[in-house]
């Protein structure tokens, strides 16, 4: 049966789910805004547009692992240590999940995975980074990257208008973050907190640079960070049979797992480099 930790990977929460029906590449198409309007004349006459596309694929791969118990460890374990390992096996796969998404995001020294179109996910031709920076948060950083998300237009050059909803930080930035979020009563206009209430804050420990922070849009309303399972197995699959050759139990934990990002719009970084 599937199992379903307890502790989720915090990125999780800035991707969408989806399932893959079988290990072969899973393309996603993706269509420019529609074209703009126009008039229709007296005589009745439309005129026909287009729409670009984009496309990005990837796989999900079978990852796993068993773990055999003997029967003399079985009887001996008199405080319940093996009691709840389909339970830890289940916490293992998170974890494996959660590192995947990470080692994605920070794949290339940073930069991200290279896209369909042959450029990193976070680059400057992108407008979705800085460089050149320290790693404070701070209100300027956050109207640029703001502003920057809110400047990004589709494949058919128009301006989409991405929000951003998360700010994904190192445990380092925590403090920081938690402050240029929070609510705070102001007694003058130049005290207000223009970004209270406006990101959910994730704080991802398995980011390794101090530096680097993210922001994010609703993975509901516009492409970015996307992860698979295979259909029908949807997280860990945990099975357990009993040994004859050996006395024992062998406990086996199979996750199919893929993610990849569809789209660059929907993220910014502070590279703190």
């Not at 703009?36 to 006459?45: A, F, Q, R």
């Not at 009563?185 to 207000?192: G, K, P, R």
């Not at 101090?210 to 399972?229: F, H, K, Q, T």
């Amino acid at each position: 049966p599937a199992l379903t930790s307890q502790l989720t990977a915090k990125l999780k929460r800035a991707a969408r789910q989806t399932t893959a029906k079988d290990f072969r590449a899973k393309t996603s198409v993706q269509l420019s805004e529609a074209p703009t309007l126009e008039k229709v004349n007296e005589g009745g006459e439309y005129r026909y547009g287009s729409m670009a596309d984009a496309k990005e694929s990837y796989a999900i791969e079978t990852y796993g692992k068993i773990f055999g118990i003997s029967r003399k460890a079985i009887i001996n374990d008199d405080i319940g240590a093996f009691s709840d390992l389909a339970g830890k096996l289940g916490q293992a796969a998170a974890d494996f999940e959660a590192q995947f998404l990470v080692d994605l995001i920070v794949k290339n020294s940073g930069a991200g995975p290279t896209m369909g179109d042959g450029t990193t996910l976070f680059h400057a031709t992108r407008n979705n980074s800085v460089t050149g920076a320290t790693g404070a948060i701070d209100v300027t950083k956050l109207s640029q990257a703001r502003l920057a998300m809110r400047r990004q237009k589709g494949l058919a050059g128009r301006a989409i208008n991405v929000v951003p909803k998360f700010l994904i930080v190192p445990p380092e930035r925590e403090t920081e973050a938690e402050q240029i979020l929070a609510a705070i009563q102001a007694t003058a206009s130049t005290d207000v907190n223009v970004f209270s209430g406006k990101m959910e804050l994730l704080v991802e420990s398995r980011l390794s640079s101090a530096l680097r922070w993210y922001i994010a849009a609703d993975p509901a309303s516009v492409d970015g960070l996307e992860y698979a399972y295979l259909q029908g197995s949807e997280g860990p699959q945990i099975e357990t049979r009993t040994g004859f050759e050996v006395d024992g139990v062998e406990t086996k934990v199979r996750l199919d797992f893929g993610a990849a990002f569809l789209d660059w719009r929907s993220w910014w970084t502070n590279s703190g480099a």
